[in-house]
């Protein structure tokens, strides 16, 4: 089974140290990685999509790395705010079969 | 900018009832999924659309829940009836192609009672 592993659950932050998030995968037969965000009662919000040829994409303060041979993906969040509160869940599309495999997810609280 | 729709946000119902949710993807997306997700878990893939087509459906419980995309653009999931395990929040998503990036809508939460 391709599973998808994020620790911890849930984390709290004061605002404006940096965020630091990490998901591992166990096949590296992977197409490309997903993270989204997710508040309370809402969907998934698209933040980075990595493709297996590259090591890392970057939007604002957000930057996302791949590294296949460790099966690890990390999502760095630089100088956290409170709006920046959710669950963020890291998915996994694999080569064999095109399906995304979701983690559990990390809830992150940014304290003011 | 473009989003997947979905309707009712909310829906409560007593089991052995019948819902249905709606779900109109991203203007020209071929690809449509419906999604569950129970509380504290990741979503998991129920039935994947490729235009009006079932590409998978093998996580489907089949003698409850159906889905339909006729005309391969917006798309409804069914359940009856409901029984008290459904309650979960229902997420569709589309890409353009099945191995893109995919876009999620705001979900519909079910309650069973």
């Known amino acids: 089974k391709q599973e998808v592993t994020q620790i911890p659950a849930a984390l709290s932050v004061p605002e404006g140290e940096n965020l630091v998030l990490n998901c591992s995968f166990t096949?590296?037969?992977?197409?490309?990685l997903q993270w989204f965000r997710q508040d309370p009662g809402k969907g998934l919000t698209s933040l980075l999509l990595?493709?297996?040829?590259?090591r890392e994409q970057t939007s604002g303060r957000l930057n996302a790395s791949l590294d296949k041979s460790s099966g690890r993906s990390t999502l760095y969040i630089a100088a956290s705010q409170p709006g920046d509160s959710a669950t963020y869940l890291c998915?996994?599309?694999?080569?064999?079969?095109?399906?995304?495999?979701f983690g559990a997810g990390t809830t992150v609280t940014v304290r003011a | 900018e473009a989003e997947v729709a979905q309707s009712p946000r909310y829906k409560i119902t007593e089991k052995s009832q019948a819902v249905a949710f709606w779900c109109d993807p991203i203007?020209?997306?071929?690809?449509l999924y419906w999604y569950r997700q129970i509380l504290g878990q990741g979503p998991e893939l129920l039935v994947q659309?490729?235009?009006?087509?079932?590409?998978?459906d093998s996580q489907l419980p089949k003698d409850r829940f159906s889905a339909e995309r006729l005309k391969g653009v917006d798309s409804t999931l069914k359940i009856q009836p409901a029984e008290l395990g459904d309650s979960a929040m229902y997420l569709c998503?589309?890409?353009?192609?099945?191995?893109?990036?995919?876009?999620f809508g705001p979900g519909t939460r079910l309650t069973v009672l």
């Open positions: 998503a589309s890409s353009f192609e099945g191995y893109n990036e995919q876009f």
């Open positions: 096949d590296s037969a992977i197409y490309n």
């Open positions: 990595i493709q297996s040829s590259q």
């Open positions: 998915a996994a599309l694999y080569s064999n079969d095109y399906k995304l495999s």
């Open positions: 203007s020209g997306h071929a690809t």
């Open positions: 659309f490729q235009d009006e087509s079932v590409v998978d």
